[in-house]
């Protein structure tokens, strides 16, 4: 079933945070809701938010879960990736799983997300679940939330507490997808820039960075770096050269774009720090992400290294200032 009619991070933290929680209830195609969005104050989200309502959501979501990974592992990090690209856009409200209608220009549709996010069935089930067992009370915001934390629990990953009680956009977001999802070939200027935006810092960079120790790319992500980092028609020197020649063997420099590898070919399917360690080997696949230990930024270097290091300090949870209300949690997801 298509992904918006069916529905439309989650504190993600290990050590992965996000700032925005917008959120809001579901959402249809049509952009009607019997929930419509808030733009005032931001209602509090709370980890028992469906206690009384739907006791058993997140023993649904993993049940569905597990059928799916099990059925093709990738999917993991592809949810958990849903709730990254959601989550940057105005916040995470399930805007990205609109489709396009005369009232809305899907974020499918942006140049980050065309051809590449997946899982939406996914997402169909675990929702279609959730109604049977609670009709009308689970938000797709949440649902994606719930997604994202399940696949990473199931590949290895730590859990965390999760707040929930997020609304669904009635509306998508093409051009903030557009200008708020950092590209694959970015530099570390920008990174930083991109995730400034989201009042994000460094630290938080670098522990988000981490979720691409599972999860697959295209060749098209970082052919740049293999033939023309530099629009010299040169490789990009960083790279180890028999990781080089391995990335060259996938990814030829006429066609092919479409051929995958994994992010972090050390453990693809398990959530771990092996990702942070690669890249101080100089195997990182990404540019976005071998610049974090090649940018020439001693305090992200820094961090990369300590996350290399110790496993636990990538998986432990930081606590963010609530002053002002502004976050939610450690991870707008």
């Known amino acids: 079933m298509d992904s918006s009619k069916r529905c439309l991070g989650a504190i993600f933290v290990a050590s992965f945070y996000f700032s925005a929680s917008l959120a809001f209830f579901p959402a249809h195609h049509e952009g009607e809701s019997a929930h419509p969005v808030e733009h ?10 469906y206690r009384s309502t739907c006791p058993r959501a997140d023993e649904i979501v993993v049940s569905v879960l597990k059928k799916a990974i099990a059925k093709e592992p990738r999917i993991a990090a592809s949810l958990l990736r849903l709730l990254f690209h959601d989550c940057f856009v105005q916040g995470c409200d399930a805007s990205v799983l609109l489709d396009d209608s005369k009232a809305v220009a899907s974020e499918k549709n942006a140049l980050p997300n065309k051809n590449s996010i997946r899982g939406f069935e996914v997402i169909d089930k675990i929702k279609a679940a959730l109604e049977e067992a609670c009709p009308h009370t689970v938000s797709c915001a949440d ?10 629990v199931l590949s290895g990953g730590p859990y965390w507490e ?6 669904d956009s009635k509306t998508a977001y093409m051009k903030l997808a557009n200008k708020n999802l950092p ?13 400034g935006r989201q009042r994000l810092d460094k630290t938080d960079l670098v522990a988000l960075s981490g979720s691409h120790t599972i ?9 740049q770096r ?3 980092q530099h629009r010299d028609n040169k490789p990009d020197m960083t790279l180890e050269k028999r990781f080089y020649h391995k990335l060259a063997s996938v990814c ?6 479409n051929n995958i590898t994994p992010l972090d070919f050390a453990s693809p399917p398990k959530f771990d720090n092996s990702y942070y360690k690669l890249i101080v080997e100089g195997r990182g696949l990404l540019n976005s992400d071998q610049v ?9 270097a820094h961090l990369v290294k300590s996350y290399a290091e110790n496993e636990s300090l990538f998986f432990e949870l930081r606590e963010l200032d609530n002053q002002d209300g502004e976050h939610e949690s450690p991870l707008g997801f």
């Open 215 to 223: 999860g697959m790319a295209r060749c098209v992500s970082f052919k």
């Open 40 to 49: 005032g104050p931001k209602l509090g989200l709370s980890p028992g938010f």
């Open 252 to 257: 030829p420099r006429t066609g092919g774009d």
């Open 183 to 195: 590209p694959p070939n970015a530099t570390l200027h920008r990174l930083v820039k991109f995730f």
């Open 292 to 300: 974090l230990w090649t940018g020439k930024d001693p305090e992200i």
């Open 162 to 167: 999760l707040p929930l009680g997020r609304r």
């Open 226 to 228: 293999l033939y023309n």
């Open 143 to 152: 649902t994606i939330a719930l997604a994202a934390r399940g696949s990473t």
